[in-house]
């Protein structure tokens, strides 16, 4: 692209399309350097576009296709063979002059998939054909009206040399299957659902597939089948189970049925992101299909049964109704989001599923509200619509859905979900038309609610209290502010759902008399619900009144996480012990510990002495956490893990990332100090290892001594090494064993070494547990972490074509490792922006995805900004970049 003029799009500039297309016919003819596309597009002008012709005009217009990197071999145009001198030809459209109203264009294309390396559009992965077309792939195959507006309904025909590619698939009901004489076969499908451009996937391999059936609500029995290649077979079992789960938890919870006869999942070892949910054919990263307890840890085989949740749940809110323009992503992606974590958080804890959301959303979407990429989960403009799929659009998007869920309770939510199905099923539309749908179920006004679909930035709520003795009132003042972001200043007031509940001295929870601003909780049936009230915060700043009060109450605040804000409030060191205690909410137990650990990293950090009280108080709470037997396990070691660094770093205006860093770590080291012998016995203690492998409670006692072992890895390397080799060598599955290395990467004792080459030998080539040594090396807080990882680069499993192998160790250094990622003499940063212009060359959506670390200097030292600036200049004087990269670097050096 031009990057001296970069294009950028304008949610308001959106008009219809001109042009319909009813019906597409593709030929795709496969050869891996030279694959033939024809297709034959039956188009008709639209009537609700600006300018449309009437019935009777059968006037021609012009017809606008968009194409990039396709070789155009001809145009006809009702049969027609059109003359160069009739269309215009660049880089990104083809324009027919004169087309009349309704008619039949057919194109013929060639294009190059091995040379794609971008992984966008059609492209090989280990010798297989693939596709991905969202956002904007599906104009790199033929010349289209690439648009998620336009909605067809597809026939595609498939021809392939059938030895080297057996299997061929597309979306929708396979039709037919012939033989052809020259080795060559073909295979021709079918979709009966009409979609736009970016849901169509096309797969042809030498796959093997294992195969079940779903049988749904109303009878129909549904082919479930899920695409490997052979040496993975054995690895599918747990995402078949994952998405039987999610087909019946769709229907159970909001009555949606699969619609087709068969459900298709393709697992692929080179893909940009984590799966697609093309129609009735999903096409997956490997790494969130292919799961066994020898290659996938805990935390593995959770993201694969979330993400084909995930992808399957799109079949309704994202392709039965999917988006009229890219600005309206969170509609789709927001929505399923919320919807997949609804289905992991029934499938085993809701509460340690709540806190790892909550968490991932302070630590990188926090990051991203404050960065100079911040936008509003609906975004008003972009130079490349991929830049957009971010934490923001999904996740914050997520907590915006999850909020209104909060406001109407699971019933009336249930009711909105319905009217918004029955409303606009088999159409485009709009965040706005689904906010719509819920309200027309709801008194509760919903005007200043879709301010959250405008506003860029994390709200800050600053809470204060007053208790009168006298008239025995207590006051909640809360005061909201949404700070500045590029382009937006001055931003008005949200309407924040604040679920919260009072405490009395003994811990037990005040009945609360929901007055004329705090009502009662929709779902109050549920455990957070019971002792709980709603509060809407709508203005500026509000106090509401609560009476009858006979000592000052404990308040908590935000249950749940309520809504997506940051909450300041000046708790002592005994409240916030005491709600780790008490609070009914678990959620806010867990949260209190949070920010008591939070406030004594940050008085370490500054050299307070107020740390030594507030270490006192955290000690003692850890203490009756590691002794309470009742408690989940896994609750347990979500409670024992301290807030990560990027989370601390949103609590502060300046980071000096080295300072941070050895606050934290000496915190680490001193509460494993004081727990040395406690942690010890957790890691020794007879682990669960006849429950079946995925039993909660097993994979609960991992994640507790798995965490316990983290913390002692900041002891003296004598203290915990033999210990960790150890349970290395005696690990019986792949959490184990990858958290054993994990800790030992941090240690500079021979045993590193040891445990490294085995892992890597025991790995057998298996490409994600390979993933996996890179990944543990990145993260080591090693002083000589930066050279190792230049030093990794060279090794000859390395390998930049791979997006899971490159971003395992550069994402995962510059995401995952502050201390050596921000190495005071700058090669960190250097290191990431020289990656970044190698890759652009090659696949701009991985590049692009890694430069947000190098976008954050605004809030760094004076040395540590000059040195990230440079680096950013220096991206951006390398040479032409891709529309991908200019952007987010344009935008960050602002
Ligand atoms: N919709 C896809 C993501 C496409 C990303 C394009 N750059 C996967 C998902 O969110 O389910
Ligand atoms: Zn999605």
Request: aromatic share 8%; net charge negative; glycine share 4%.
């Amino acid at each position: 692209m031009d990057t001296q003029n970069p294009i950028a799009v304008q949610r308001l500039d959106y008009q219809p399309s001109s042009w319909l297309i009813d019906h597409v016919r593709l030929d795709f003819d496969l050869h891996p350097s030279a694959t033939l596309v024809s297709s034959e597009l039956t188009l008709r002008r639209n009537p609700d576009a600006p300018n449309a012709p009437d019935a009777a005009d059968a006037s021609s217009a012009e017809l606008t296709l968009q194409g990039v990197d396709c070789e155009l071999r001809s145009v006809q145009l009702d049969g027609r063979k059109l003359d160069e001198s009739e269309y215009r030809l660049d880089e990104r459209e083809l324009t027919i002059e004169q087309v009349p109203s309704s008619c039949v264009v057919s194109i013929v294309t060639c294009i190059d998939p091995d040379a794609n390396t971008a992984l966008e559009g059609l492209y090989r992965s280990s010798g297989n054909f693939c596709t991905q077309c969202e956002a904007e792939g599906f104009r790199k195959i033929t010349y289209y009206l690439d648009r998620p507006d336009v909605l067809s309904v597809f026939d595609v025909s498939i021809t392939a040399d059938e030895a080297s590619y057996p299997v061929l698939l597309s979306n929708g009901n396979r039709v037919s299957h012939e033989r052809l004489d020259n080795g060559r076969h073909r295979v021709r499908w079918h979709d009966p659902h009409p979609k736009p451009s970016y849901l169509f996937a096309l797969v042809a391999g030498d796959l093997a597939c294992i195969e079940d059936h779903f049988t749904t609500a109303s009878g129909r029995r549904v082919l479930l089948q899920i695409h490997v290649e052979r040496h993975n077979l054995a690895r599918c079992d747990f995402a078949m189970e994952s998405l039987k789960a999610a087909m019946r938890w769709d229907e159970e919870v909001y009555g949606l049925e699969y619609d087709l006869d068969c459900f298709m999942i393709v697992a692929v070892d080179d893909f940009n992101m984590g799966a697609m949910e093309n129609k009735g054919l999903n096409i997956f990263n490997s790494r969130y299909i292919l799961a066994d307890p020898q290659s996938a840890t805990d935390s593995d085989y959770m993201g694969v049964e979330a993400v084909v949740a995930h992808e399957y749940f799109h079949n309704w809110t994202g392709n039965r109704i999917t988006c009229r323009d890219w600005f309206q992503l969170s509609l789709k992606e927001g929505l399923t989001v919320f919807r997949d974590q609804c289905f992991s958080s029934d499938q085993r804890s809701a509460t340690v599923k709540r806190i790892e959301d909550v968490r991932l959303l302070r630590a990188r979407q926090f990051a991203e509200d404050s960065g100079p990429m911040a936008h509003p989960i609906r975004p008003d403009s972009y130079i490349e619509i991929n830049n957009f799929y971010t934490l923001t659009v999904y996740e914050k998007g997520a907590e915006v859905i999850r909020m209104m869920h909060t406001l109407l309770g699971a019933d009336r939510w249930r009711q909105a979900m319905d009217v918004y199905v029955e409303r606009h099923d088999g159409s485009a539309t709009t965040c706005d038309a689904f906010v719509d749908a819920v309200q027309s179920v709801t008194d509760i006004d919903l005007t200043q609610f879709r301010r959250w679909y405008s506003t860029a930035g994390t709200p800050e709520i600053t809470v204060r209290e007053d208790y009168d003795a006298s008239t025995r009132r207590y006051h909640l003042t809360l005061s909201q502010h949404c700070p500045d972001t590029p382009g937006q200043q001055d931003k008005a007031p949200l309407h924040v759902p604040i679920v919260m509940g009072l405490l009395d001295g003994e811990g037990r929870a005040l009945p609360l008399t929901p007055g004329q601003q705090a009502e009662q909780l929709p779902d109050s049936g549920s455990a957070t619900g019971q002792h709980s009230v709603l509060l809407h915060l709508r203005e500026a700043s509000q106090t509401f009144t609560f009476e009858d009060l006979a000592e000052p109450p404990h308040v908590s605040l935000l249950r749940g996480f309520s809504a997506p804000v940051k909450l300041h409030h000046e708790s002592s060191n005994e409240t916030l012990a005491f709600l780790m205690s008490h609070d009914s909410d678990s959620f806010n137990r867990w949260d209190a510990g949070q920010r008591l650990a939070t406030r004594l990293i940050l008085a370490t950090m500054n050299e307070d002495p107020e740390a030594e009280a507030s270490l006192d108080f955290l000690g003692q709470a850890w203490e009756r956490i590691i002794t309470d037997e009742t408690q989940d396990p896994a609750v347990k070691a979500e409670a024992l893990s301290l807030p990560s660094m990027d989370t601390l770093e949103g609590e502060l205006q300046r980071v000096d990332h080295q300072l941070l860093f050895r606050a934290h770590s000496k915190v680490a080291a001193v509460l494993s100090e004081r727990h040395a012998d406690a942690l010890e016995s957790l890691l020794t203690e007879k682990q669960s290892g006849d429950l079946p492998l995925l039993d909660a409670l097993a994979m609960g006692g991992r994640k507790l001594s798995n965490t316990a072992l983290s913390l002692l890895s900041y002891l003296p390397d004598e203290r915990w090494v033999a210990l960790a080799e150890a349970r290395y060598e005696h690990a019986g599955n792949m959490t184990d064993r990858m958290a054993a290395m994990a800790a030992l990467c941090h240690s500079n004792s021979d045993a590193r070494q040891r445990v490294l080459d085995d892992f890597l030998a025991r790995a057998a080539g298996h490409r994600l547990v390979v993933d996996k040594w890179f990944a543990a090396q990145a993260m080591a807080r090693r002083s000589t972490i930066v050279d190792d990882v230049i030093q990794l680069t060279r090794h000859s499993d390395f390998d930049t074509s791979n997006p899971n192998r490159l971003r395992s160790l550069v994402a995962g250094f510059a995401m995952n490792n502050p201390p050596g990622f921000h190495a005071a003499d700058g090669r960190g940063y250097r290191f990431l922006s020289d990656q970044v212009i190698a890759l652009d060359k090659r696949n701009p959506q991985l590049a692009a995805g890694l430069v947000s670390p190098l976008g954050r200097w605004k809030r760094l030292t004076t040395d540590a900004q000059q040195l990230m600036r440079h680096e950013l200049q220096r991206i951006m004087d390398s040479g032409p970049l891709s529309a991908d990269v200019y952007e987010l670097v344009s935008k960050s050096l602002r």
